[in-house]
């Protein structure tokens, strides 16, 4: 019998091949078209394969300790990092990151603020944890 794979199938299999962390939507378009692509990453973000965290972002998953429920592998901050890579912003350290590290700071960066090297306007978001941006050195 010739059992041909439908497309969530497709998707399911290279995100679990694959070592990356962040997807992006255009990473399965040799797979089908733009809208199918979606759905079927909106249907594996249903089942806790992956979540969202973006437009056009998708980070995998583990199930939790303390819930039981799926939650991204790694901190939304280096998922952000990662995201920001992918689409061809180089991640820099923002003014509070560098004053902590030479010692004029004691206070310890949350990481929800990453210094670009570009301006960017998207937005990389998991629940109620927002990345926000600050424009670096360029």
């Known amino acids: 019998m010739n059992y041909k794979k439908t497309l969530d199938e497709k998707v399911a299999y290279r995100i679990n091949r694959k070592k990356e962390l962040v997807f992006l939507r255009g990473d399965f378009l040799d797979l089908s078209g733009y809208d199918q692509v979606g759905r079927a990453l909106l249907g594996l973000a249903r089942k806790g394969t992956l979540v969202k965290i973006g437009y056009g972002l998708y980070a995998k998953t583990k199930l939790s300790e303390l819930t039981g429920r799926p939650v991204p592998i790694e901190p939304l901050p280096t998922l ?4 920001l890579v992918r ?3 180089t991640p820099v350290a923002t003014k509070a990151e560098k004053d902590y ?15 670009v090297n570009k301006r960017i306007d998207r937005k990389i978001i998991y629940k109620e944890a927002e990345i926000h941006y600050e424009l670096g050195a360029r």
Not at 80 to 83: F, L
Not at 101 to 115: A, N, P
């Open 87 to 89: 689409l061809g912003v």
């Open 101 to 115: 590290v030479e010692g004029r700071s004691t206070q310890v960066s949350t990481g929800r603020l990453v210094g």
């Open 80 to 83: 952000a990092r990662k995201a």
